[in-house]
């Protein structure tokens, strides 16, 4: 089982900013598939952004141009920094890891506790 720890959620207005933080193993990390997905009230869970083992990301065309994956190797962990939030982006986030192909939910198999996002 595969530890991955998630911070940095909570309340903000429309507009405004977060980053959220996912410290996972070094063993792991870049090794796999990683990526944040999110699941608000009564939605399916959703991919939000994706980074394969090459360093390509691929990004929901509802997030496009306000959220950026990224990945600090030295520490181990995953962020996403996301601008411009809209109320619409209300929701459980989660970071996770799996094998390709990395755009696919199914595709991952080791998920974060979730952190929740409220925007309002």
């Known amino acids: 089982h595969v530890q991955l720890v998630e911070s940095g959620g909570g309340p903000v207005q429309a507009g405004g900013s977060l980053r959220l933080s996912c410290k996972m193993p070094k063993d792991i990390f870049s090794t796999y598939c990683m990526g944040w997905f999110r699941q608000g009230p009564g939605k399916e869970r959703e991919g939000v952004a994706t980074i394969d083992t090459d360093g390509s990301t691929r990004y929901a065309d509802s997030v496009k141009g306000r959220f950026t994956l990224s990945k600090d190797n030295a520490k181990n962990t995953l962020y996403l920094q996301m601008n411009n939030l809209e109320v619409e982006d209300t929701a459980t986030y989660y970071c996770?890891?799996?094998?390709?192909?990395?755009?696919?939910?199914?595709?991952?198999?080791?998920w974060g506790q979730g952190t929740q996002v409220t925007v309002s």
């Open positions: 996770a890891t799996g094998r390709r192909p990395c755009v696919m939910v199914s595709s991952y198999d080791s």
